[in-house]
């Protein structure tokens, strides 16, 4: 079977196991569509393990896909997370996500990126 490169799709499936809150002042940096920023407040770090990969085929106008679950110890990251109706998730999984800044830190340095 011949796949064109395109028609496949990857999704890293990573799990929050543990979460550290932020002191008051820490902050997310959006880019805005007409090239601004933006801020929220960043709440907490995650630790998260990377548990499994997703891939999704398409080929002939058949859809397939394949789960393979990662073996233990896993990997894992540190990152920020992003408080959306109620729920923490990953800051970087945010496609306008620049970075996070400290209390004492410009958010306007990713105005130039």
């Not at 933006?38 to 106008?61: D, K, M, V, W």
């Not at 109620?86 to 800051?91: Q, V």
């Amino acid at each position: 079977m011949n796949l064109d490169p395109e028609s496949i799709h990857c999704v890293e499936n990573w799990v929050t196991v543990s979460i550290t809150p932020l002191h008051p002042g820490w902050r997310n940096v959006y880019r805005e569509p007409d090239g601004s920023f933006r801020t929220n407040p960043c709440p907490a770090l995650l630790l998260q393990e990377f548990r499994s990969r997703t891939e999704y085929r398409e080929a002939g106008g058949r859809r397939t896909h394949r789960q393979d679950d990662m073996k233990s110890p896993y990997d894992t990251r540190v990152i920020f997370a992003d408080h959306d109706h109620g729920e923490l998730n990953a800051a970087i999984e945010i496609s306008d996500y620049l970075g996070s800044v400290g209390p004492d830190e410009d958010p306007a340095k990713y105005a130039s990126e």
